[in-house]
């Protein structure tokens, strides 16, 4: 269902991007001079403006490639309204519209982000059915998420095989191979349906031109030895060109952000530089202006079909090998255009290189992949030209193979692509669309010789993005890098942590609750000096203590309930009869942690299992109870207490603690030296010392701060800023929160936090309290 779906969405998309580029040609034809001039720029500025404004108004989460929020998702960190229908709906005009008039941008990532959005409308869908125990599970519905990236990629690029590759790669850091059936099923599907309905129903004029196959023509022995240094050489360029990509495009993220100039032009609202770029774009790209001068009327469809072409267009007029005058003419200045195809070549690859960095952060839904497909078939193009014109005879003479600038196209479309995105699953993506294995080894070599180059300078590009959003995500580790492998856990953990013990009184509980409203788990200790870990307790079950004994409590209840990873996608509600095993712990989020919410958020309603210890008492009996039982110590039942939290050592590295945390999905871990609690680390503390991983290596944080480990809370992508910059939930203070913004809670001091905590502690909560103990007395 997931593939058939996809499938379709695809295809209407498709259709309807061509339809509108179809009305986009026609207008140029009915104009001349300075009206087609402005009938081109006012289409594509139409267009791109309506699209905007849609995704403005029905859903901002539908804004951008898409790849990096489903990333971070499937590394169990909530983003708000992110698969929604309403979202994909909006994902799906928007991207018609943008696609449609003519923006260098691409459409994978979008189709990622449908694919992901159908999976969970299906899992949500299932929640009602018979076997919900089945369909509700977690894994199950990250299981749905991944095949769904799978699908996506799939649907763009007409390859099952290497899209559910590409998927795994772009999403997920590990991955359980018995989900190989799944997606690759999956996939499977939703060639089928594509294939179907482009034999059937999908009218012949159009049937070819939306389905990204093609083919070449490359005889078995496509390239001699000697060329394999070249084909180096392209990965080394690509290698080079791609993190140079990935440093532009984050630079011009941060200069639309921080700029003043930008804000006192454009404001804070995206929308008009995306309008304004849009105007750009039209303007540059006009055939009879300076589009002339690189086939700026050609799609990026048309323009790769070219470029592998299996023909010179450097010999056209001398051999039998050259293009036809109908592809010369594209890149000579149209008919009896003279230009030289080298530099319309060169001119291509520059222009769109800067635009493709800009509009791929403007405020529609674009891509990135088919872009840099396309800009990397233009630099191979480059050489193989190059290459025919130094040696017309070949490598090896007139009796040995020919050199083919369409292989070089190929090798340098998947290196550039690699270098950008860091996959190598782009190999077999390129063996599928262009339907032969013959350019298998020099691809290869290529492509990973350009992804080792990047990796080194640069992260991804959906990791650059994901960065320059701030949103909670644990980034890869780039290789080489020794101060991972030096940089001990002691100098990035928490070092102060809030704790209890069984000597602790409700009251002093209750003020541990009041002061840290993030925190969804607590660690158990046997005293306060010598801090031996026994284990840790969740929230939810300390708030349940403290309304069987205390009663209602309106400065707890009232708090604002965070989601948990488990939350992420669940649609549906508990069951109100919850056995009291599961009220206190649940154990089926990984990391063996314990969860803050509870059905005890719904214990208001009369028919509720909590209802009777809600019923008002007295007034003075409850004053007399509430200062007796305060002064009380907590009494803990042994099944709240989780006897083997995830602990760490002092001395482990950084770099396994980064692969523990990645390899079991944790959010946090005590560090025991002994058996003593000396600290804990989260995700946050992880992310803030690798901030600037790429530049300076880890970086000590020395943090002592009062804190335990805090909930993602979820981001609201509405509240983004001009740069697109998501606006994160920040915990309170003193807290560990990993959704936090970048550094930003490193810098509290110890003095700071307890100085903080006692300002929650006096807050008029407490009054109660206090007329209690004066009643008592």
């Avoid at 949500?124 to 125990?133: F, M, N």
């Avoid at 359980?176 to 089928?192: D, G, I, Q």
């Avoid at 910059?725 to 930003?744: M, Y």
Wanted: aromatic share 8%; proline share 5%.
């Amino acid at each position: 269902m997931l593939g058939i779906i996809t499938a379709i969405l695809s295809i209407t998309v498709d259709v309807a991007i061509e339809y509108i580029q179809h009305c986009k040609a026609i207008f140029l034809v009915l104009h001349h001079e300075f009206s087609a001039l402005i009938s081109w720029i006012m289409y594509i500025t139409l267009m791109t403006g309506a699209a905007a404004i849609f995704c403005h108004i029905v859903s901002k989460q539908a804004v951008g490639s898409g790849i990096p929020e489903v990333k971070v998702i499937m590394h169990g960190f909530v983003m708000k309204g992110y698969l929604t229908l309403r979202t994909m709906i909006a994902k799906m005009i928007g991207l018609t519209l943008t696609l449609g008039s003519g923006l260098p941008v691409g459409k994978e990532g979008p189709f990622v982000h449908m694919g992901a959005a159908v999976a969970s409308l299906l899992t949500r869908a299932t929640a009602s059915c018979r076997y919900q125990a089945f369909f509700s599970n977690e894994g199950r519905e990250m299981e749905m998420l991944s095949s769904g990236c799978a699908v996506g990629i799939a649907c763009t690029f007409s390859s099952p095989a290497g899209a559910v590759l590409y998927g795994i790669e772009s999403t997920s850091k590990y991955f359980a191979v018995k989900n190989y059936w799944r997606a690759f099923f999956a996939t499977t599907c939703s060639a089928l349906i594509f294939r179907a309905a482009n034999a059937a129903i999908i009218p012949p004029h159009i049937a070819g031109t939306i389905t990204a196959y093609y083919q070449t023509n490359f005889p078995n022995e496509v390239f001699v030895v000697e060329e394999i240094p070249v084909f180096a050489l392209i990965g080394v360029f690509s290698g080079l060109l791609g993190a140079l990509f990935v440093l532009v495009h984050r630079k011009i993220a941060y200069f639309r952000e921080k700029n003043k100039l930008y804000k006192a032009i454009f404001g804070k609202n995206p929308l008009f530089f995306t309008i304004f770029m849009a105007v750009v774009v039209g303007m540059l790209t006009y055939p009879e202006g300076t589009g002339r001068y690189f086939a700026g009327k050609l799609t990026f469809r048309e323009t790769l079909a070219d470029f592998i072409a299996n023909c010179t267009f450097s010999q056209a007029n001398l051999t039998d090998r050259g293009c036809p005058m109908s592809k010369m003419e594209h890149w000579t200045g149209g008919p009896g255009g003279n230009l030289d195809v080298i530099f319309t070549l060169t001119t291509y690859l520059v222009v769109y290189f800067i635009l493709v960095a800009i509009c791929v952060s403007l405020a529609v839904p674009a891509g990135i992949f088919v872009p840099s497909f396309v800009i990397g078939a233009c630099g191979g193009r480059i050489v193989g030209e190059l290459m025919v014109n130094w040696f017309p005879e070949g490598l090896r003479g007139l009796d040995g193979p020919q050199i083919y600038p369409g292989l070089y196209a190929v090798v340098g479309a998947a290196a550039y692509t690699g270098s950008v995105t860091h996959s190598l699953s782009i190999a077999v993506i390129v063996c599928e669309t262009t339907g032969q294995l013959c350019p298998l080894l020099p691809v290869l070599t290529a492509l990973m010789i350009g992804v080792a180059i990047s990796s080194f300078l640069q992260p991804s590009v959906y990791e650059s993005i994901i960065k320059i959003k701030n949103y909670p995500h644990l980034a890869d580790l780039p290789p080489s890098r020794i101060s991972v492998h030096t940089l001990k856990v002691e100098k990035v953990m928490v070092h102060d942590v809030i704790c209890i013990t069984k000597d602790t009184t409700y009251k002093e509980l209750r003020e541990i609750l009041l002061a840290t409203p993030s925190l969804r788990s607590y660690p158990l200790v046997t005293d306060m000096k010598s801090k031996i870990l026994l284990g840790s307790v969740a929230r939810r079950y300390l708030n349940y203590l403290l309304l069987e004994r205390l009663g209602p409590d309106p400065a707890l209840l009232d708090r604002k309930r965070r989601n948990t990873a488990s939350e992420i996608f669940a649609p549906f509600k508990r069951s109100s009869h919850t056995h009291l095993n599961t009220l206190l712990t649940d154990r089926n989020i990984s990391g063996n942690t314990l969860l803050a919410n509870s059905p005890l958020h719904d214990t208001l309603r009369e028919n509720g299992p909590l209802a009777p210890l809600l019923r008002r008492q007295a007034e003075p009996d409850v004053h007399v109870n509430r200062a007796v039982q305060l002064q009380r110590k907590i009494d803990l039942d042994e099944i709240a207490v989780d006897p083997a939290p995830f602990q760490l050592v002092l001395g482990t590295s950084l770099f396994k603690v980064h692969t523990l945390f990645s390899l079991l999905g944790l959010h946090h871990a005590y560090v025991t030296n002994r058996g003593k609690l000396v600290g804990v680390i989260s995700t946050k503390e992880l992310r803030d010392a690798l901030a600037n991983i790429y530049s300076r290596g880890a970086v000590p944080t020395y943090s002592v701060r009062k804190s335990t480990i805090s909930l993602n809370p979820p981001i609201d992508l509405s509240s983004h800023d001009a740069s697109g910059s998501a606006q994160l939930q920040s915990s309170p203070v003193g807290q560990s929160d990993e959704a936090g913004p970048s550094g930003k809670s490193g810098e509290l001091s110890k003095a700071s936090s307890e100085q903080a905590i006692k300002i929650n502690m006096s807050q008029p909560n407490n009054t109660e309290d206090d007329e209690s103990d004066k009643l008592l007395k």
